[in-house]
């Protein structure tokens, strides 16, 4: 017979190969050493990583903030408009991230290189060359054009199924635009503001091929950094288990702290 | 001494090509209960939102006090609307809800939180302030809609089928409230419905409206016992359309008969809808009747009893106060004031 119980059996299997089993040998590495005792140093080792954390988190949070300001007019923008214009620019927002995301990265590369599409333009009207890549710059520009549309798309979705004649209620009771975004669309959107935070802080703050191609190596990150313990010559999947439990805890924390807020701006309002 | 608040010149709406409304005049007087009347889809609604800044006009003008404010956005304008669908802010509470026009006049947190509370005595919603939007019933939820509007002292309220989602008895309830706050805070209410019997009972005046045309504007008595033309006649209450014949002035030939009425001025023998209300025609026997017809049905209707007369096929509806036998010939009188002789109308 089957219980509810019984149904739930293949996803408790999923999540425990796909999820616990892979994280237990996380922590299993980050805590022992080469020969396999138990250890903290590789938790210790991460103080020298310190700046690369540092950088990872405030470039992840830049790029964070760009998206929400892009993002917000856009899905607002969208989800107003009538049913056929909406899905076609949900179409046209989604095209591009059915192209391979390195290829979208190199793409970037070819346009912002010193002798690059976007300089020979400005040289044509005698400007330029400028210094457009291998700098922080263009390492947040490729995570906001990589992870824009994760914040507009959780956008869009709540403010969808905000009811036209609330917003038109607010104006009638007096609100200029400032203070119907702020008052009534704002507070709204709020679901979708932190999915979409979090789809997008997440991915740009673990990145490395973002800061690889268009960082120019001296804009790594803490990716760069986990990704060279298992695959470059500073071989140690110790040391790379612990930074990638380092950070995940860190995210998780800077998640529970982000949603602690959302939960309580929901209740003052 | 009456004066009209809010004027509207020649309206004319488009969507996509389509004419929803098609000019159309109006003007509203100061703290009148003023109604507007109509069949769904006749434009209502689009009207409520050009005076309340909703909804452009292709042409036309729109006065408040002799201002234009064609031009002017919904926030400045000195009206409030309650939304056909409430239209309640679900991440504010109650108390929230109704002071969010007062907050964005800047008043004091005392003068909010009393006019707050004086409107939830108004709509007897008191020690609710707290409560969410969700928790609320239709019918609260209305009257929170209504209290958020009044809360802001507009000259001008628009009520777009406010009670159209309420029961019957709560509806009823809610028209005398409705009614008795527009006297007591001498606002005037311009409201919509569809409901012939709401519009008759709470308004000062009423506007018949079909198609996107004003048909009649007038008290509820006017429109009820000088109908324009079929139309109003046929909404405002049931009655009876007959084809007929005006041959001369103060002569109508219809149902076979030649009748003596009071209406004049039409071409010679020019064809006419004659219109009859059911309570005019006075049932007597076979013999006396200008009309003779065979009782169809006859219900019971706790006043009176309604039944259906087929007299030459045409299906007469009769109120009277004495019932008849099913299958009886009776015979049917109507004094010349109560046949009312209408133009056909184009439109149909
Ligand atoms: N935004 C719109 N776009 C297209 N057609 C509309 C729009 N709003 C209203 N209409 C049409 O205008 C007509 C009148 O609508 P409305 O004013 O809502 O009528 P009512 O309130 O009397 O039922 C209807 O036929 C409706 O379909
Ligand atoms: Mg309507």
Known sequence: MKTPRALAIPYAVWVVIFTVVPLGLVIGFAMTDPDGKLTLDNIFAMSDYMSV???????????????????????YIISRSSAINQSTLIVLLMVPMWINFLLRTYAWMTLLEPNGLINKLLGLIGLGPYNLINNSGAVILGMV??????????????????????????????????RLVRKVIFPLSMPGISTGIIAVFVPSVSTFIISRMLGGGTNDLIGDIIEMQFSGN???????SAMALVLMIIVLFMMSLFNQFGSEEDVVL | MENTIISLRNAVVEYDGEKILKNISLDIIDKQFVTLLGPSGCGKTTTLRIIGGFAEMASGELFFNGVNI????????QVNTVFQKYALFPHLNIYENIAFGLRIKKLHEDEIRKRVGEMLELVNMQGYEKRSINSLSGGQQQRIAIARALVNRPKVLLLDEPLGALDLKLRKEMQIELKRMQQDLEITF?????DQEEALTMSDTVVVMKDGMIQQIGTPQDIYNEPKNAFVADFIGESNIIDGVMHKDFLVEFAGKNFVCVDKGFEPDEPVDVVIRPEDIKVVTQDKGAIVGVVENIVFKGVHYEMTVDALGYKWIIQSTQSEEVGSVIGMNVTPEDIHIMHKSEAE
């Not at chain 2, 064609?70 to 304008?77: A, D, T, V």
């Open chain 1, 234 to 240: 500073s071989y140690n999947p110790h040391l790379g």
């Open chain 1, 145 to 178: 054009y990589n992870y824009l549309p994760f914040m507009i798309l959780p956008l869009y979705s709540v403010m969808v199924k905000i009811d036209q004649s609330v917003i038109e209620a607010a104006q009638d009771l007096g609100s200029n635009k400032a």
């Open chain 2, 70 to 77: 064609k031009n002017l956005p919904p926030h400045k304008r």
């Open chain 2, 190 to 194: 311009i409201y919509v419905t569809h």
């Open chain 1, 53 to 75: 954390l540092f950088r990872s988190i405030l470039f992840a949070i830049i790029a964070t903030v760009i998206c929400l300001i892009l993002a917000f007019p856009a899905a």
